[in-house]
Structure formats: structure tokens, C-alpha cells
């Protein structure tokens, strides 16, 4: 990819029909979880982004990635750990199910989280 991805749409479809479908559900249950959120590309990856970054998402050679950030991960360490693989990120195999319903709660977290930093600033 030697031009820069404008939007979420661009980057989907830079992949084989498979990952793309799987691409989409990941961006419509993260819009179904935070529907106040706003789309952007950040780090040349499909974001979502509230009162601040709320999680990033993108496919890999043989994984999806997932990046809600350090606090999103830590509040679920022991239901997240066979799928960590760093600070900040969670790894999704392609030849397996995204676990969706701990996905939910990392995603109504991390909005909790960004909403209340806001209201922390204000007050």
C-alpha cells in the first residue's frame, strides 16, 4: 500500500473477501457497542474515537489485531489473556472465533473510561 488509506472502507477493501467480511463485523459491533463513536484511520489502522482514541482494530498475516489500550486489557487480564500479545493488543487468529462477548465488555469499558476522563477534566 504505497498511498495513504483515507478511511475505513479504503483499508476492508485492500483484503480478500474472507478477512473483509470478518474486517466489517469487527467495525459494525464496535459501532453497535459505542454508536457515539466517530471512524478515522490512526497508525494506518481503522479506529474508533471518543472524547479520545477508544480502540483500533486491523488484519494481520494470519490474525486480526485489536488495540484498546493498556486499561482495556488490564480491567479483563484473566478472560484476555490467551489472547494478548502485548502492552496494549490482543491477537485474533483467523481460523478462530473472535470472542465477542469479552470484546463487549472491553469496548463498554473503554467508553466508560474515555467518557469519565472527560468528565474528570470539566469537573
Do not use: C
Amino acid at each position: 500500500m504505497t498511498e495513504k488509506i483515507k478511511n475505513i472502507d479504503e483499508y476492508i477493501a485492500n483484503f480478500d473477501t474472507e478477512v473483509q467480511k470478518t474486517l466489517n463485523e469487527l467495525r459494525n459491533f464496535i459501532k453497535s457497542e459505542a454508536p457515539d463513536a466517530t471512524e478515522k484511520i490512526s497508525y494506518g489502522m481503522p479506529a474508533f474515537y471518543l472524547k479520545g482514541n477508544l480502540v483500533h482494530f486491523a488484519a494481520f498475516k494470519g490474525h486480526y489485531g485489536f488495540f484498546p489500550g493498556p486499561s482495556g486489557i488490564d480491567e479483563f487480564e484473566e478472560e484476555l489473556s490467551p489472547y494478548r500479545s502485548g502492552k496494549g493488543t490482543l491477537r485474533f487468529p483467523f481460523n478462530k472465533q473472535i470472542p465477542w462477548d469479552i470484546l463487549k465488555k472491553v469496548i463498554q469499558y473503554r467508553v466508560k473510561e474515555n467518557l469519565k476522563k472527560l468528565d474528570d477534566k470539566i469537573n
